[in-house]
Protein backbone atom coordinates (compact mmCIF):
# COMPACT_ATOMS: atom_id res chain seq x y z
CA UNK A 1 0.00 0.00 0.00
CA UNK A 2 2.94 2.39 0.98
CA UNK A 3 4.75 1.93 -2.30
CA UNK A 4 1.89 2.20 -4.23
CA UNK A 5 1.10 5.57 -2.90
CA UNK A 6 4.59 6.17 -3.45
CA UNK A 7 5.04 5.64 -6.86
CA UNK A 8 1.78 7.45 -7.68
CA UNK A 9 2.63 10.31 -5.96
CA UNK A 10 5.79 10.04 -7.53
CA UNK A 11 4.93 10.10 -11.08
CA UNK A 12 2.35 12.78 -10.16
CA UNK A 13 5.09 14.80 -8.65
CA UNK A 14 7.53 14.28 -11.96
CA UNK A 15 4.73 14.47 -14.28
CA UNK A 16 4.09 17.85 -12.78
CA UNK A 17 7.51 18.97 -13.20
CA UNK A 18 8.10 17.70 -16.76
CA UNK A 19 4.74 19.71 -17.30
CA UNK A 20 6.03 23.45 -15.93
CA UNK A 21 8.93 22.96 -18.21
CA UNK A 22 7.32 21.76 -21.28
CA UNK A 23 4.14 23.84 -21.52
CA UNK A 24 4.59 26.37 -23.76
CA UNK A 25 1.40 28.45 -22.05
CA UNK A 26 2.91 29.84 -18.58
CA UNK A 27 -0.64 29.69 -17.07
CA UNK A 28 -0.28 25.29 -18.04
CA UNK A 29 2.56 25.74 -16.13
CA UNK A 30 1.32 27.31 -13.18
CA UNK A 31 -1.54 24.56 -13.06
CA UNK A 32 1.09 21.58 -13.95
CA UNK A 33 3.14 23.22 -10.53
CA UNK A 34 -0.08 22.83 -8.46
CA UNK A 35 -0.22 19.02 -9.69
CA UNK A 36 3.57 18.57 -8.32
CA UNK A 37 2.82 20.08 -4.87
CA UNK A 38 0.23 18.81 -4.14
CA UNK A 39 2.37 15.27 -5.20
CA UNK A 40 4.83 16.11 -2.89
CA UNK A 41 2.44 17.03 0.12
CA UNK A 42 1.47 13.19 -0.38
CA UNK A 43 5.26 12.11 -0.40
CA UNK A 44 5.67 14.71 2.90
CA UNK A 45 2.91 12.63 4.07
CA UNK A 46 4.13 9.39 3.49
CA UNK A 47 7.64 10.49 5.38
CA UNK A 48 5.35 11.47 8.49
CA UNK A 49 5.64 14.88 8.54
CA UNK A 50 2.30 16.56 8.45
CA UNK A 51 2.60 19.55 9.41
CA UNK A 52 4.93 20.31 6.49
CA UNK A 53 2.46 18.86 4.06
CA UNK A 54 -0.38 20.93 5.53
CA UNK A 55 1.81 23.73 5.21
CA UNK A 56 2.67 22.80 1.39
CA UNK A 57 -0.68 22.62 0.13
CA UNK A 58 -2.18 25.71 2.49
CA UNK A 59 0.75 27.95 1.83
CA UNK A 60 1.99 26.94 -1.52
CA UNK A 61 -0.72 25.37 -3.30
CA UNK A 62 -3.03 27.82 -2.05
CA UNK A 63 -1.43 31.34 -1.20
CA UNK A 64 1.85 31.30 -3.60
CA UNK A 65 -0.11 29.55 -6.70
CA UNK A 66 -2.44 32.28 -6.63
CA UNK A 67 -0.21 35.03 -6.67
CA UNK A 68 1.31 33.31 -9.65
CA UNK A 69 -2.00 32.84 -11.36
CA UNK A 70 -3.01 36.23 -10.96
CA UNK A 71 0.54 37.42 -12.44
CA UNK A 72 0.34 35.43 -14.89
CA UNK A 73 -3.39 36.62 -16.30
CA UNK A 74 -1.94 40.28 -15.86
CA UNK A 75 1.33 39.58 -17.66
CA UNK A 76 0.12 37.38 -20.49
CA UNK A 77 1.36 34.58 -22.70
CA UNK A 78 4.51 36.61 -23.82
CA UNK A 79 5.16 34.41 -26.62
CA UNK A 80 8.77 33.18 -26.01
CA UNK A 81 10.87 32.88 -29.43
CA UNK A 82 12.34 30.17 -30.82
CA UNK A 83 16.15 30.79 -31.34
CA UNK A 84 18.53 29.75 -29.01
CA UNK A 85 21.66 31.75 -28.08
CA UNK A 86 23.70 29.32 -27.70
CA UNK A 87 23.39 26.44 -30.70
CA UNK A 88 21.97 23.22 -29.34
CA UNK A 89 20.96 24.27 -26.11
CA UNK A 90 17.57 22.46 -25.65
CA UNK A 91 19.48 19.25 -26.41
CA UNK A 92 22.90 20.10 -23.91
CA UNK A 93 20.32 21.57 -21.20
CA UNK A 94 18.48 17.44 -20.85
CA UNK A 95 22.44 16.35 -20.92
CA UNK A 96 23.59 18.51 -18.33
CA UNK A 97 20.35 17.98 -16.47
CA UNK A 98 21.06 14.47 -15.98
CA UNK A 99 24.42 14.52 -15.45
CA UNK A 100 23.40 16.40 -12.69
CA UNK A 101 21.18 13.73 -11.50
CA UNK A 102 23.46 10.90 -11.94
CA UNK A 103 26.28 13.23 -9.83
CA UNK A 104 23.48 13.91 -7.33
CA UNK A 105 22.39 9.99 -6.92
CA UNK A 106 26.15 9.08 -6.71
CA UNK A 107 26.37 11.51 -4.11
CA UNK A 108 23.80 10.83 -2.02
CA UNK A 109 23.99 7.09 -2.44
CA UNK A 110 27.31 6.13 -2.26
CA UNK A 111 27.90 7.97 0.96
CA UNK A 112 28.09 6.36 4.39
CA UNK A 113 25.03 7.48 6.09
CA UNK A 114 24.06 4.77 8.30
CA UNK A 115 19.88 4.61 7.78
CA UNK A 116 20.09 4.25 3.87
CA UNK A 117 18.36 1.38 2.66
CA UNK A 118 16.22 1.29 5.82
CA UNK A 119 13.02 2.89 6.41
CA UNK A 120 14.94 5.04 9.02
CA UNK A 121 14.03 4.69 12.82
CA UNK A 122 10.65 4.30 14.38
CA UNK A 123 9.32 7.51 15.20
CA UNK A 124 6.79 8.22 17.88
CA UNK A 125 3.26 9.37 17.47
CA UNK A 126 3.60 12.66 17.22
CA UNK A 127 5.99 12.96 14.65
CA UNK A 128 6.18 15.84 12.82
CA UNK A 129 3.09 17.12 13.78
CA UNK A 130 2.49 21.01 14.52
CA UNK A 131 2.94 20.56 18.31
CA UNK A 132 6.68 19.19 17.61
CA UNK A 133 6.99 21.95 14.70
CA UNK A 134 5.94 24.56 16.75
CA UNK A 135 8.04 23.63 20.01
CA UNK A 136 11.55 23.05 17.64
CA UNK A 137 10.38 26.34 16.08
CA UNK A 138 10.00 28.33 19.03
CA UNK A 139 12.94 26.65 21.49
CA UNK A 140 15.33 25.65 19.78
CA UNK A 141 15.28 27.75 16.15
CA UNK A 142 14.06 30.86 17.58
CA UNK A 143 16.08 32.98 16.17
CA UNK A 144 15.51 31.55 12.55
CA UNK A 145 12.13 31.86 13.28
CA UNK A 146 12.69 35.43 13.77
CA UNK A 147 14.88 36.14 11.16
CA UNK A 148 12.35 34.42 8.63
CA UNK A 149 9.45 36.60 9.94
CA UNK A 150 11.99 39.82 9.32
CA UNK A 151 12.86 38.38 5.90
CA UNK A 152 9.05 38.01 4.90
CA UNK A 153 8.52 41.78 6.06
CA UNK A 154 11.34 43.07 3.79
CA UNK A 155 10.03 40.95 0.76
CA UNK A 156 6.21 42.49 1.19
CA UNK A 157 7.62 46.03 1.35
CA UNK A 158 9.92 45.08 -1.37
CA UNK A 159 7.30 44.22 -3.66
CA UNK A 160 5.48 47.03 -2.73
CA UNK A 161 7.90 49.32 -3.62
CA UNK A 162 9.07 46.93 -6.79
CA UNK A 163 5.53 46.99 -8.08
CA UNK A 164 4.35 50.38 -7.26
CA UNK A 165 3.57 52.87 -10.26
CA UNK A 166 6.07 55.51 -8.82
CA UNK A 167 8.76 56.09 -11.35
CA UNK A 168 12.62 57.59 -10.43
CA UNK A 169 12.21 61.66 -10.93
CA UNK A 170 8.26 61.63 -9.76
CA UNK A 171 8.69 61.70 -5.85
CA UNK A 172 5.29 63.08 -4.41
CA UNK A 173 1.84 61.15 -5.41
CA UNK A 174 -0.09 64.09 -5.60
CA UNK A 175 2.35 65.65 -7.98
CA UNK A 176 1.91 62.40 -10.60
CA UNK A 177 -2.00 62.26 -10.39
CA UNK A 178 -1.79 66.26 -11.05
CA UNK A 179 0.13 65.35 -13.85
CA UNK A 180 -1.84 62.31 -14.88
CA UNK A 181 -5.20 64.18 -15.11
CA UNK A 182 -3.24 67.74 -16.95
CA UNK A 183 -4.56 67.70 -20.72
CA UNK A 184 -1.03 67.88 -22.25
CA UNK A 185 -0.10 64.79 -23.56
CA UNK A 186 3.22 63.92 -22.27
CA UNK A 187 5.82 61.27 -24.79
CA UNK A 188 5.98 58.90 -22.33
CA UNK A 189 3.09 58.75 -20.99
CA UNK A 190 3.00 57.35 -17.30
CA UNK A 191 2.16 53.46 -17.95
CA UNK A 192 -1.52 52.67 -15.72
CA UNK A 193 -2.17 49.38 -14.70
CA UNK A 194 -4.71 48.55 -16.89
CA UNK A 195 -3.30 50.52 -19.65
CA UNK A 196 -3.54 48.92 -23.17
CA UNK A 197 -1.34 45.34 -23.18
CA UNK A 198 1.66 45.87 -25.71
CA UNK A 199 2.01 44.00 -28.82
CA UNK A 200 2.59 40.25 -28.41
CA UNK A 201 5.84 39.31 -28.30
CA UNK A 202 6.85 42.83 -26.63
CA UNK A 203 9.20 45.44 -28.66
CA UNK A 204 12.59 44.28 -28.42
CA UNK A 205 13.36 48.51 -28.04
CA UNK A 206 12.81 49.52 -24.38
CA UNK A 207 10.65 52.43 -24.12
CA UNK A 208 12.38 55.58 -22.61
CA UNK A 209 12.99 55.68 -19.36
CA UNK A 210 12.83 51.67 -18.77
CA UNK A 211 14.83 50.15 -16.76
CA UNK A 212 18.47 51.36 -17.62
CA UNK B 1 9.68 2.32 2.11
CA UNK B 2 13.12 3.03 2.32
CA UNK B 3 14.34 6.60 2.53
CA UNK B 4 16.53 6.23 -0.68
CA UNK B 5 13.64 6.38 -2.92
CA UNK B 6 12.77 9.49 -2.21
CA UNK B 7 16.36 11.13 -2.05
CA UNK B 8 16.44 9.64 -5.40
CA UNK B 9 13.47 11.39 -6.14
CA UNK B 10 14.41 14.67 -4.89
CA UNK B 11 17.66 14.65 -7.26
CA UNK B 12 15.51 13.82 -10.42
CA UNK B 13 13.15 16.74 -9.34
CA UNK B 14 16.06 19.24 -8.52
CA UNK B 15 17.65 18.21 -12.40
CA UNK B 16 14.26 18.52 -13.65
CA UNK B 17 14.03 21.83 -12.41
CA UNK B 18 17.99 22.55 -13.25
CA UNK B 19 16.82 21.70 -16.92
CA UNK B 20 14.01 23.76 -16.88
CA UNK B 21 16.14 27.12 -15.81
CA UNK B 22 18.45 26.72 -18.85
CA UNK B 23 15.80 25.71 -21.55
CA UNK B 24 13.00 28.36 -20.80
CA UNK B 25 13.45 31.65 -21.46
CA UNK B 26 10.67 33.40 -19.91
CA UNK B 27 11.48 34.43 -16.49
CA UNK B 28 7.78 33.80 -14.67
CA UNK B 29 8.68 29.79 -16.09
CA UNK B 30 12.03 30.10 -14.59
CA UNK B 31 10.77 30.93 -11.22
CA UNK B 32 8.65 28.17 -11.29
CA UNK B 33 11.15 26.32 -11.84
CA UNK B 34 13.22 27.33 -9.39
CA UNK B 35 10.44 26.64 -7.20
CA UNK B 36 10.75 22.98 -8.28
CA UNK B 37 14.39 23.02 -7.29
CA UNK B 38 13.61 24.14 -3.62
CA UNK B 39 11.03 21.61 -3.45
CA UNK B 40 13.11 19.30 -4.44
CA UNK B 41 15.51 20.45 -1.29
CA UNK B 42 12.35 20.35 0.36
CA UNK B 43 11.84 16.48 0.04
CA UNK B 44 15.43 16.20 0.55
CA UNK B 45 15.33 17.84 4.39
CA UNK B 46 12.00 15.70 4.90
CA UNK B 47 13.06 12.58 3.97
CA UNK B 48 16.46 13.33 6.04
CA UNK B 49 14.57 14.06 9.17
CA UNK B 50 12.98 10.82 8.77
CA UNK B 51 16.19 9.23 8.62
CA UNK B 52 17.57 10.10 11.45
CA UNK B 53 14.20 10.19 13.14
CA UNK B 54 13.96 14.01 14.83
CA UNK B 55 12.18 16.91 13.62
CA UNK B 56 14.88 19.39 12.68
CA UNK B 57 14.58 18.91 9.05
CA UNK B 58 11.21 19.73 9.14
CA UNK B 59 11.82 22.66 10.27
CA UNK B 60 14.42 23.39 7.82
CA UNK B 61 11.96 22.71 5.12
CA UNK B 62 9.59 25.03 6.55
CA UNK B 63 11.82 27.55 6.87
CA UNK B 64 13.02 27.47 2.67
CA UNK B 65 9.50 27.67 2.14
CA UNK B 66 9.27 30.75 3.80
CA UNK B 67 12.38 31.69 1.40
CA UNK B 68 10.69 30.60 -1.16
CA UNK B 69 7.86 32.65 -0.52
CA UNK B 70 9.87 35.94 -0.20
CA UNK B 71 11.85 34.92 -3.28
CA UNK B 72 8.68 34.46 -5.40
CA UNK B 73 6.97 37.77 -3.93
CA UNK B 74 10.01 39.55 -5.03
CA UNK B 75 10.59 37.98 -8.31
CA UNK B 76 7.08 38.44 -9.35
CA UNK B 77 7.13 41.94 -8.07
CA UNK B 78 9.93 42.30 -11.02
CA UNK B 79 8.13 40.71 -13.50
CA UNK B 80 4.88 43.32 -12.95
CA UNK B 81 7.60 46.11 -13.17
CA UNK B 82 9.39 44.66 -16.11
CA UNK B 83 5.63 44.22 -17.73
CA UNK B 84 4.63 47.89 -16.96
CA UNK B 85 7.83 49.26 -18.41
CA UNK B 86 7.06 47.78 -22.04
CA UNK B 87 10.38 45.80 -21.76
CA UNK B 88 10.43 41.93 -22.96
CA UNK B 89 9.83 39.47 -20.50
CA UNK B 90 12.72 37.24 -21.84
CA UNK B 91 16.14 36.75 -19.55
CA UNK B 92 18.13 36.77 -23.25
CA UNK B 93 16.96 40.38 -23.83
CA UNK B 94 17.20 41.22 -19.81
CA UNK B 95 20.80 41.15 -19.77
CA UNK B 96 21.59 44.59 -18.74
CA UNK B 97 22.97 43.46 -15.18
CA UNK B 98 25.41 41.52 -16.94
CA UNK B 99 27.21 44.23 -17.32
Known amino acids: MEEVLFFVSALGALGG ?9 PFYSVLA ?29 GAVMVLY ?3 VAYVGEGGEPAWEPIPGQRFLAPLLGIALFVELSIAVLSSSLLALGTQGPDVPAGFGDPAAIGRLLLEKFLIPFEASSILLLLAAVGAIVLASNRREGVGDPSERFAEEEGSTPKAPAVPRPFDEVPSEEGSPTPSPGGLA | ?21 LIRRSPMVILLCLELMLNAGNLALVAFSRMVGNGQGQVFAVIVMVVAACEVVVGLGLI ?20
Do not use: C, K
Open chain 1, 17 to 25: AVGVIAMRN
Open chain 2, 1 to 21: MNVDWFIVLSALLFATGAIGI
Open chain 2, 80 to 99: VAIFRRRLPLNVDDLRELRG
Open chain 1, 33 to 61: LIVHLFSLAALFLLLTSAFVAAAQVVVYA
Open chain 1, 69 to 71: VFV
